[in-house]
């Protein structure tokens, strides 16, 4: 890895932090959070990547150097009081390449990388929302019914025929059901964002020819058939469960999306290699699929499910990685 490449990778945690918390805690404009928010999504991606490959060459100083820069900027941006979110939402773009690379390193298995890194990403995710979810939930519900009393969003929904008690509860019902998901949601785009910037790492360390089992596992990860009848039943209560029922379905299901997401980017990266389209394509198709959230991930997943069902990666070349083990 090269100066310049560690310089790069030492800096992008800092410049996340002052790209995330810049915004967040100094309460800019509108156009300002929307450029804010798409440069962050990149800083991250670019976090997943270049920090895994930090670790991977045994750049520990480097690493450790960034994560505290990064924390440094977030408390002179939020202070005391928020240090504790600082440390949460650093965590969860920091603790999960650190792992990937360290494993990866180890063991020279990019499975056993990403899935590890994966874990940390999910520990990570889970412990900043244990505090925030509430938070967040009020401050939702409290926009959501705000906005519904303002004279301006009235006028909206009666231009749209929506107006009456009828429509405006559907909208509060819609609202808090969002609340209730958005930690999910954002779980989802997590893992996105960390699929897309293993997948770089991975493609850097390959070249290296780390060990030729690590260098195409990844386009071979499938899930296994039977779950698809965990995934049906997940549905089936979902659309007619009660409310406690349907919650469970949809935890299932969020977990569901998450690992069929992911073997649907293996399923996408095989066709890419098979196809040998180009770097630059491929770039552009992945962060098309970042920035569509979870939409995104959803659409890699419904790859997933498919390729579960009616496998297609076969072929010499298929029968050729198989045999390797």
Same mark, same amino acid.
């Given at each position: 890895?090269?100066?310049?490449?560690?310089?790069?990778?030492?800096?992008?945690?800092?410049?996340?932090?002052?790209?995330?918390?810049?915004?967040?805690?100094?309460?800019?404009?509108?156009?300002?959070?929307?450029?804010?928010?798409?440069?962050?999504?990149?800083?991250?991606?670019?976090?997943?990547?270049?920090?895994?490959?930090?670790?991977?060459?045994?750049?520990?100083?480097?690493?450790?150097?960034?994560?505290?820069?990064?924390?440094?900027?977030?408390?002179?941006?939020?202070?005391?009081?928020?240090?504790?979110?600082?440390?949460?939402?650093?965590?969860?773009?920091?603790?999960?390449?650190?792992?990937?690379?360290?494993?990866?390193?180890?063991?020279?298995?990019?499975?056993?990388?990403?899935?590890?890194?994966?874990?940390?990403?999910?520990?990570?995710?889970?412990?900043?929302?244990?505090?925030?979810?509430?938070?967040?939930?009020?401050?939702?519900?409290?926009?959501?019914?705000?906005?519904?009393?303002?004279?301006?969003?009235?006028?909206?929904?009666?231009?749209?025929?929506?107006?009456?008690?009828?429509?405006?509860?559907?909208?509060?019902?819609?609202?808090?059901?969002?609340?209730?998901?958005?930690?999910?949601?954002?779980?989802?785009?997590?893992?996105?964002?960390?699929?897309?910037?293993?997948?770089?790492?991975?493609?850097?360390?390959?070249?290296?020819?780390?060990?030729?089992?690590?260098?195409?596992?990844?386009?071979?990860?499938?899930?296994?058939?039977?779950?698809?009848?965990?995934?049906?039943?997940?549905?089936?209560?979902?659309?007619?469960?009660?409310?406690?029922?349907?919650?469970?379905?949809?935890?299932?299901?969020?977990?569901?999306?998450? *690992?069929?997401?992911?073997?649907?980017?293996?399923?996408?990266? *095989?066709?890419?290699?098979?196809?040998?389209?180009?770097?630059?394509?491929?770039?552009?198709?992945?962060?098309?699929?970042?920035?569509?959230?979870?939409?995104?991930?959803?659409?890699?997943?419904?790859?997933?499910?498919?390729?579960?069902?009616?496998?297609?990666?076969?072929?010499?070349?298929?029968?050729?990685?198989?045999?390797?083990?």
């Amino acid at each position: 890895m090269s100066l310049l490449w560690v310089i790069l990778g030492a800096a992008v945690l800092p410049l996340y932090a002052l790209t995330t918390f810049g915004v967040e805690y100094g309460g800019a404009g509108g156009l300002v959070v929307m450029l804010s928010a798409a440069a962050g999504y990149a800083l991250a991606i670019a976090a997943y990547s270049l920090v895994a490959r930090l670790a991977f060459d045994g750049r520990t100083p480097a690493v450790l150097l960034s994560i505290i820069v990064a924390i440094a900027i977030g408390y002179a941006l939020g202070g005391s009081s928020r240090l504790g979110h600082t440390t949460g939402t650093l965590s969860i773009v920091a603790l999960a390449p650190v792992a990937t690379g360290w494993v990866v390193r180890r063991t020279d298995r990019f499975r056993a990388g990403y899935l590890t890194g994966l874990l940390v990403l999910l520990a990570s995710v889970i412990a900043f929302y244990w505090s925030e979810w509430p938070s967040l939930v009020r401050d939702m519900r409290y926009l959501a019914e705000s906005a519904l009393e303002d004279p301006d969003s009235s006028e909206v929904l009666e231009l749209a025929g929506l107006s009456g008690l009828p429509y405006a509860q559907t909208a509060m019902r819609m609202l808090h059901e969002m609340a209730w998901y958005l930690p999910g949601a954002l779980t989802m785009s997590a893992v996105v964002q960390y699929s897309i910037g293993s997948l770089w790492f991975f493609h850097s360390v390959a070249k290296r020819s780390v060990g030729q089992r690590a260098g195409i596992s990844f386009t071979r990860w499938k899930m296994p058939r039977p779950v698809v009848l965990l995934t049906l039943l997940a549905v089936l209560f979902h659309l007619i469960g009660v409310d406690g029922a349907r919650l469970a379905a949809d935890n299932v299901l969020f977990g569901l999306v998450i *690992f069929y997401g992911v073997t649907g980017l293996a399923a996408i990266e *095989f066709l890419f290699e098979a196809k040998r389209v180009p770097v630059w394509l491929r770039v552009i198709v992945y962060l098309g699929i970042g920035a569509a959230h979870v939409y995104g991930l959803i659409g890699a997943a419904v790859i997933g499910l498919v390729d579960s069902l009616f496998p297609w990666r076969r072929g010499p070349e298929w029968k050729r990685k198989e045999s390797v083990s």
